[in-house]
Each structure stands twice: as C-alpha cells, then as structure tokens.
C-alpha cells in the first residue's frame, strides 16, 4: 500500500476495525513514518462501548408528528380558500360581467328561460325563477305549473347554463315543450262523462284566429272558469305546431302567479282560500309579454341556437314583426267545473277542443283575481 492508503485507514486502526493482517501493515508502517505517528498521537480513541442511544419519547413523537400534518392540512385550507377567492373575485368581478354577460346576454338568458318554458306550453304558468352565477358560466331555472281548476300541478323545473359562448339547457341538450297534443276525444263529450263533480283544464284551438276582442269576451265570460293561456298564430296560413318556425304558435299566460314563498305565506296568514293568480285574465298581457319574450331574443340573437332546432334569427325576427300587429288568437287555455266548461265551449265554438286534465276536487278558490 501507498502512504496515503494506510493514512485513509488511521481511524479504522483507532478504532479497532481492521483486520489482523491490514492492522499488522499499518503497524509496519508506523514504525518508519513520523508523520503518520503524529497524526495518530493527536486522535483520541472512541470508546465504542461507552456511546448510549438517547432515550426515545413515543408521546413526544406523536405529538410532533400531529403538530406537523395539522399545520400541513392548514397550509393546504387556506391556500386553497385564497385560490378559491381569487377565483371567485377573478369570476364576478371580470368574467360574469365582461365575458358571460356582455350586452346583458346573462340577463336575456334567465328572461328566456322564463319565457321558453311558457311560450311553447299552453297552459303552462311559472311559480318563481332564480339564477346562480358561478366563475365562467351562469344558470336559470324556471319553476312550471299547470292549472288544472284550482290546482297547480307541477311540470317540473326549466333550467338553462349560459356560458362564455353558448346558452342552452342545462344538461347541454336543447329545450322542448313539456306538454304534448291534446287528446282526440271531444272535449264537451269527455266533460259530460266524467259528470259535475270534477274540474278540469281544456285547450281550445280556432279553425282560423279570432279577434283579440273576441278573445277577451270569452276571458270575461260570466259562466265560471278562466282563461288561463293565450295563443297566437306568428305568420297568415296554417300553423305548424307550437313554436318559433314561420307559422308556428306562441303564447303566454293570460294572469300572473305568485311565487311559491308568497303562495305559501298568504295561505297561512289568510287562513281561509287564496288566489295563485294575481291579477284578472288578459289576452292584451298575454300578447305584450309574447312580443317582450321574441323581442328579448332578436336582440341577443347568439341565444337562439340553444332554443328549439330549426328557430333561426330570422323566424323569430319575423314572428316579432307579425305579433307586432293584430295577430288575433287561435289558441285559448280554459280551466274551470266541467258543467261550466262544456256551456263555454258552446259559447267559444273552437274548430278543436282536447281535455288537458281532469282533477276530482272541487271549484272553490278564486283564480286570475276573481
């Protein structure tokens, strides 16, 4: 071995570790090297034996090991609550209004929502509407009813997401009436069928539109039931079914309901029958809220692909410009005791009349204000 391969093993030789033949080297070595006896007078043995383990503390362990994962779980909550604020100030503050609401599209969209759940139903009113704004996107939903006498039966809820770029419902897919075509069966011969004891909800259609005065006649009609939805046609010619294609019909609820909540708590604090309906039946308010609704989406026409398939800008554009004059009715919603509703179906002589539904209760409460 080198000098310097027996001085690299000094501290094996003090420390005892080498074996007999390399520990009898170095002796060798050291015999003839002052340098590596200097050296070796200089460090002191380690005493092996003596060197105790310190003693281990299991209870401080455990709470050093708590202390460390709780800060580490509180560093971890409030970064992420700071992200999430960030996030939500970035969303509200920039985003909602900038991007997801710019030209007031958030606010077209939530009107929409209310509008298409009504506009494409007859019969069909709203109990209330709400939205919930989030980081990048926006949604509506549109609590639907339909009168039945005096009930409201629930249709279910109407919900829609706007977006950065795109609006429609909710589970992306696109909208559609809730109610189907009435039934084929004469509406007077079912009505006399089902007897005295029952109410129920009819939709009459005209062989051509009548005049709104003539529609509003009806509305105030003394026999007792209640016009509850209006439709109008959107081009001269037949119609093609409900919506917003050329020559579709539209409408829109003749009265106003309340909202659940003031339902609710004007039936605890009146104590004896309530109206759902807040004002009398109006084939005018029907009409202005139908052309307020299709003027609503012409102004925010990046609103219209989420409708119903085959609705373009200029269909909608050009049922506006129709219910703009006197577009008469050819639609009407009448809910009300059957033996009332078979003398009224006398009176209105419809081209077609089909039961909605019928409900064994009886007519007690007021409805549309009356």
Known sequence: MTHDDLQDLLEGYVNETLDRTTRAEVDRHLAG?????AILDGVPAVQLGLIQPAAFDEKAMRRAVR????????????????????????????????IVNRGGRAEAATQATQDLAVMYNPGAAL?????NSGIISRTSEATVVFPIGTEMVDLGTLGTRIGPFSFGAEDGGLLFPYLTDSGGIDAAIQLSDVGSGTVATVELQFDS??????????????????????????????????GLEDG?????????????????????????????FTDLPSI????????????????????????IPGVTRDSVRAAGDYLAGDPGVEILVVTGPSPELVRFLD????????????????????LCGR
């Open 67 to 98: 202390t460390t994962l709780f800060r580490l779980a509180v560093n971890v909550v409030v970064i992420g609550l700071v992200g999430w604020l960030v996030l939500m100030l970035v969303g509200f503050l920039v985003f909602q209004p900038f």
């Open 127 to 131: 109990t209330q509407t709400q939205h």
């Open 284 to 307: 005018d308010r029907a009409l202005d809220a139908t052309r307020a609704s299709i003027a609503n989406l012409v102004d925010h026409g990046d609103l219209i692909a989420g409708v």
């Open 347 to 366: 009176e209105a002589d419809p081209h077609v009349a089909g039961v909605r539904g019928i409900e064994f209760t009886n007519w007690y409460q007021p």
């Open 33 to 37: 090297c002052d340098e590596c006896r």
């Open 248 to 276: 579709g019909i539209v409408g829109y609820s003749t009265c106003d309901i309340r909202s659940v909540d003031s339902i609710l708590l004007g039936a605890s604090s009146a104590g004896s029958g309530w109206s759902p």
């Open 209 to 242: 539109p009548i005049s709104l005065g003539r529609a509003q006649q009806l509305a105030d009609s003394p026999l007792d039931v209640r016009v509850v939805w209006a439709g109008f046609p959107t081009a001269d010619g037949d119609s093609h079914g409900l």
